[in-house]
């Protein structure tokens, strides 16, 4: 009898390099894969050389988060040599919540992304705080070939109806276990099943029963139960659904 224990997840967004040496095999036993993303330079070569450590079992990106958006003309160069490189590209987007760089270099670093993502033919990975607007509307105006991902969405019905419409798939965080996440737990029952990825955003968002706490990769059964919940399925169906999607983004041969 399979229990919640033995289930395996894919874990699309996971920033192990920022664990520093507190990973080890245990904290990763229960994911099938995991992606690990890049949110600078320094992030995304640490990505890089963390999955070479476990090179069956991670996939790794490259690319300049909107906090970083004002330094894109400093590090381009070198970013573009590690997006070549990379699985995938990003975490790129916008974040209109802390607005760390001006919300014109955010379009700027996230128009780039997009346009190296399609013409390298990778996966792109979408942050979007505050800003639905202004992402929806900049991937509306771009040629959008290859798989999007949406990490850690948090929008609630209208969004999310208005981001189905382009083909996206949306990454679901330990988010959706708060008690205070109506919307979107309402907005998730939407979502094509074939568009639904599963994350820890590993160290941030831990789930109940931890949140406020760091969080680590294990917990991602905690989000995958209470989704499965949201979404009328077991653990077990929702883990197959979560892996098929990932391995369709990726390309991954099964």
């Not at 033919?121 to 705080?129: A, S």
């Not at 990454?171 to 568009?195: E, F, R």
């Amino acid at each position: 009898m399979e229990t919640l224990e033995d289930i395996k997840w894919v874990d699309t967004h996971c920033h192990l390099q920022l664990m520093g040496d507190e990973i080890n095999e245990e904290d990763i036993s229960n994911l099938e894969y995991f992606i690990i993303p890049g949110v600078d330079v320094p992030s995304s070569i640490k990505a890089k050389k963390l999955s070479l450590v476990y090179p069956e079992k991670s996939y790794w990106s490259a690319g300049l988060h909107p906090h970083e958006a004002d330094t894109l003309e400093e590090v381009k160069n070198h970013l573009l040599t590690l997006m070549e490189e990379a699985d995938l590209i990003g975490e790129t987007g916008l974040d209109y919540y802390r607005n760390l760089s001006s919300r014109d270099n955010q379009i700027k670093n996230f128009e780039f992304h997009i346009d190296i993502s399609q013409k390298l033919g990778k996966p792109l990975i979408i942050h979007c705080r505050d800003s639905f607007s202004d992402v929806y509307d900049t991937l509306s105006n771009k040629e959008i070939t290859y798989p999007v991902i949406l990490h850690s969405w948090t929008g609630g019905n209208k969004w999310t109806k208005k981001f189905i419409e382009l083909d996206v798939y949306f990454s679901i965080s330990g988010i959706v276990t708060y008690d205070t996440a109506h919307d979107l737990q309402a907005a998730v029952k939407q979502i094509p099943k074939d568009k639904i990825l599963l994350e820890t955003d590993v160290p941030y968002l831990a789930p109940q029963p931890f949140k406020g706490k760091r969080n680590n990769p294990t917990y991602i059964k905690h989000t995958g139960v209470k989704l499965a919940e949201l979404l009328d399925v077991t653990p077990h169906d929702l883990s197959e659904i979560t892996i098929a999607n990932t391995n369709t983004v990726l390309n991954r041969e099964v």
